[in-house]
């Protein structure tokens, strides 16, 4: 497998209502995209305007909408769902948490996770979060079309997590198995950008790609605006900056040139953030190749 890291990504976490907007917006995105027709049509003219593919969990929604078009769809999958994972992480531990959907998978997920992501014995859970993410990703392998899949993202969930206990073997490990489990590229969403890529750094890891916010107003940017930034200019791997507009506060294409002028590789630009989604992603698509 040789992709390179995608440069322009269509966000659809709107679409599981992860989202800053306000909850107009985000009342109006969701209706906007309630059936999977509206969906594929938005999608085509994604690919059209130049996205080099969607950011997004493979919920049901999403599945339906990239099997209605002739065309396949580049799918950077964000796996474990977000949503479900923040929602079971709130009422039990990750090492419970991956035992009950273990429990719940087919004979053939459970054979294979056996397999690739257990390695205590069949049905164990341990307590390493490098094992309990890998077989989380198992678990989540059906649900994930593989004929669009160029990449796995961790979701900050888990990544932030791991990176605030130090946990080097967890990145190492779900870099690898994503890798030859998945055949596509293995990134890792994060919320504390900025101390994610020292740490890459420190430990000589580089994952294909990260995804983690920059905008011109510092939201989210951990441990602050300015460190990032520094940490941005010395990064040895791909990132994708998110959170673009800074919950609406930024108009998309400045926060677009804000991003790009500070050494981002690429951009996530989501649902949420378009009204004309194809003529806007082709104006950043443009302004990207000035």
Do not use: C
């Not at 859970?125 to 899949?149: C, F, K, N, Y």
């Not at 989210?220 to 200019?233: A, F, G, I, Q, V």
Request: glycine share 8%.
């Amino acid at each position: 497998m040789t992709r390179a890291a995608p440069t322009l990504l269509l966000g659809g976490e709107a679409l599981i209502g992860r989202t800053r907007a306000s909850r107009d917006r985000a009342l109006e995105v969701a209706a906007r995209y309630h059936e999977p027709e509206s969906l594929a049509v938005s999608l085509s003219k994604a690919i059209a305007a130049g996205v080099d593919g969607v950011l997004a969990p493979p919920v049901p929604l999403l599945r339906t909408a990239l099997a209605m078009l002739k065309q396949p769809v580049p799918l950077y999958a964000l796996v474990p769902d977000p949503a479900e994972l923040d929602r079971d992480t709130g009422e039990r531990d990750l090492r419970d948490v991956a035992a009950r959907r273990l429990g719940r998978a087919g004979p053939m997920t459970r054979a294979r996770a056996a397999i690739t992501a257990l390695p205590q014995p069949p049905g164990f859970v341990g307590s390493d979060l490098a094992d309990q993410a890998a077989l989380l990703l198992e678990v989540a392998a059906p649900s994930l079309p593989r004929r669009h899949v160029h990449g796995v993202i961790v979701p900050a969930r888990l990544t932030d997590l791991a990176l605030a206990s130090g946990h080097q073997r967890f990145f190492e490990r779900t870099m690898r198995f994503v890798r030859s489990r998945f055949r596509a590229l293995a990134g890792f969403e994060t919320h504390n950008l900025g101390h994610l890529l020292a740490r890459l750094r420190e430990w000589g890891l580089a994952p294909d790609l990260v995804v983690g916010p920059v905008n011109p107003r510092g939201m989210m940017m951990k441990p602050t605006p300015d460190e990032l930034l520094d940490e941005l200019r010395q990064a040895r791997v791909p990132v994708l900056a998110k959170e673009l507009r800074a919950a609406g506060t930024v108009p998309l294409a400045d926060g677009a040139a804000y991003a790009r002028s500070h050494g981002a590789h690429g951009l996530v630009v989501d649902l949420v953030d378009l009204d004309d989604l194809g003529a806007e992603l082709r104006a950043i698509r443009a302004a990207g190749a000035a």
